[in-house]
């Protein structure tokens, strides 16, 4: 089954500077990758997704890239601000099928003023 | 608020107690998903139902079971609970059984066993 691997556990950023967060998955089918953020004590909630016919997807501050071949994903964060500061959890899935959504284990972003 | 409505917020119970989880989805949403989430750790993936039925599983203990009834809501049962059962248990749906699209959560059910 999927394997989804998440890089680093903690991230420490002064304000204004940008945070990158990289995943890695194990299963060639995978088509869907999605982040999601969680703040403390709340439920997570999506932020980006792409899928695998694209490599690249941007919101605002946010991004998201995509390689295939290397079977690893990013999340880039510019001009970080303090409410930035949360937990992120990168996942994959497939499209087909009843696929399981596997996430990551989590990235603790924090943004010091 | 994301839709999706899980019964009760908190929950304190005794080791060897069984307890029931309820997670209403989003309207529409045939698909239910079950995650665990201890102290300071990711969203473990437990199971899924699609339509009232099993569709994936994950590391989802003997102990815990679950379902989901003809109306779509859902309900996780854990049973005979020990210490390390303490963790916050989230429903998240979707529209369809595929997972490629959003996952609405809801606020979760804080487990603590005693």
């Known amino acids: 089954g999927e394997n989804v691997e998440q890089h680093p556990s903690t991230l420490s950023v002064q304000e204004g500077d940008s945070a990158v967060i990289k995943c890695t998955y194990s299963d060639s089918a995978s088509n869907y990758f999605p982040w999601y953020k969680q703040e403390l004590g709340k439920r997570p909630q999506l932020i980006i997704d792409i899928r695998s016919n694209v490599g690249e997807k941007k919101d605002q501050r946010i991004a998201v890239t995509l390689n295939k071949t290397a079977k690893h994903f990013s999340l880039h964060i510019t001009e970080t601000q303090p409410e930035d500061s949360a937990v992120y959890f990168c996942?994959?899935?497939?499209?087909?099928?009843?696929?399981?959504?596997?996430f990551g284990t989590g990235t603790r972003l924090l943004v010091s003023p | 608020d994301s839709g999706v409505t899980q019964t009760p917020k908190h929950l304190i119970t005794a080791t060897g107690q069984r307890v029931t989880l309820r997670c209403s989805p989003r309207s529409g949403d045939l698909s239910v998903y079950w995650y665990q989430q201890s102290l300071d750790q990711g969203l473990q993936f437990l199971i899924q139902y699609y339509n009232g039925e099993e569709r994936a599983k994950g590391n989802i203990l003997e102990r815990f079971s679950a379902q989901q009834f003809p109306d779509l809501h859902s309900e996780l049962n854990l049973s005979s609970l020990e210490l390390g059962d303490s963790a916050l248990y989230f429903c998240a749906s979707t529209g369809t059984g595929g997972a490629d699209t959003e996952a609405f959560f809801g606020q979760g059910t804080r487990l603590t066993v005693v």
């Open positions: 996942a994959a899935s497939m499209s087909t099928g009843f696929q399981k959504l596997v």
